[in-house]
């Protein structure tokens, strides 16, 4: 196969850097041009410093960064872009390039809630990826959703089942999440902060568009969703406390059975970043724990791309579990890669 031309926008910040760790050897895409602001233009990328472990990748040091400027994308070929630009600038800049046929795979929040834009977690909605073809634009924008409600909606998958009415979640939320530099250390050290600006009502609106049913539109699902979103000192992984009542009385046992035999849809088997299984079920009283648990997914290049569920209570209707997962793979750059690896497949790229 052919590789596909991309290129990242926002090559600098964390997400930006985890991007390019997944696009090393990608079979499906070759990374063609890196972006950031127009003070770096000219600059090569291994002047950048270095926001994530192992750093820069070797193979992409010489690489030199170019403005943000659609049209020069265009004119190198460019066929998909990654975003890992903040919300506050992406909007206007994800719609130029989608409009001049770009393909565009977004981990920013701009367009999360436009009607035709999807918000794919492709285990749970990879049907909705469908919705692009009612954008009206030469190309298209496909966003993966907040890092939060990523791990979140994961965990869903293996009790969707018994039919969810309301959810009471609690998160405990990594400070990369906040980005680079993000908090200052007076803030966080020997600290919790109990509130994180717009996160909770994010969560309550992407998780219902996420699982909603998809007829040529999206109708979001009526579950009642309440959260608490929560900064705490760890570095890497969203640790959420579930409870979740359901329409029907289970047992220990088949909630159980439900999360231990989860698998992904068959379209997404031979995907390179989709994580077999998605979800890792563990029987132990003390995990998931960021330090051992955020780097879960096989294979290899799905290192971190799979959410864990533990500390599991099940009482008549109500379902009680901790889950984590990875929000600078699965929660940003890995989750764009893999609804990119889907668009490929499906011949929308």
């Known amino acids: 196969m052919k590789k596909i031309k991309c290129a990242v926008l926002g090559a600098t910040g964390v997400v930006g850097q985890n991007f390019l760790r997944l696009l090393v050897d990608h079979p499906y895409f070759e990374l063609t041009a890196i972006c950031a602001s127009e003070a770096r233009k000219g600059l090569m990328l291994a002047t950048v410093k270095e926001q994530i472990k192992g750093g820069i990748p070797e193979s992409f040091e010489d690489m030199l960064f170019d403005p ?3 049209d020069l994308l265009l004119s190198k070929g460019v ?3 990654f975003s890992a630009l903040p919300s506050d600038v992406a909007g206007d800049i994800e719609t130029e390039a989608a409009e001049k046929g770009l393909k565009v795979f977004s981990n920013a929040g701009a367009h999360r809630m436009d009607e035709n834009v999807p918000i794919l977690i492709p285990e749970l909605n990879y049907k ?3 919705l692009v073809k009612n954008q009206n634009t030469e190309g298209f924008i496909v966003t993966n959703a907040n890092c939060t409600t990523t791990g979140l909606t994961l965990s869903l998958l293996p009790i969707r089942q018994f039919g969810i009415k309301r959810l009471i979640v609690a998160s405990y939320q990594a400070i990369s999440g906040a980005g680079y530099p993000g908090l200052s250390a007076v803030d966080i050290i020997s600290n919790v902060i109990p509130y994180i600006k717009n996160e909770e009502p ?3 609106a992407e998780c219902t568009k996420i699982c909603g049913d998809f007829q040529g539109s999206i109708k979001p699902v009526d579950w009642e969703v309440y959260a608490h979103c929560v900064r705490v000192q760890t570095i890497i992984g969203h640790l959420i406390s579930v409870h979740a ?6 047992d220990h046992d088949a909630v ?8 992904s849809p068959n379209i997404l088997k031979d995907l390179p970043t989709a994580p077999h299984p998605p979800v890792v079920f563990t029987e ?6 960021p330090r051992y648990d955020i780097e879960l997914g096989w294979p290899e290049r799905a290192k971190g791309m799979a959410a864990k569920i533990g500390r599991l209570e099940v009482e008549k209707n109500t379902i009680r579990y901790i889950t984590l997962s990875n929000n600078l793979v699965r929660g940003a750059a890995g989750g764009s890669v893999l609804n990119a690896e889907l668009a490929a497949k499906k011949g929308l790229v």
């Open 256 to 263: 159980a059975a439900a999360m231990q035999s989860v698998e």
């Open 284 to 289: 132990e009283y003390d995990r998931p724990q």
């Open 202 to 204: 994010k969560l309550r």
């Open 128 to 130: 909705h990826l469908d």
């Open 68 to 70: 943000i400027d659609i």
């Open 79 to 81: 066929q998909v872009v």
């Open 245 to 250: 009542e359901v329409e029907q009385d289970v």
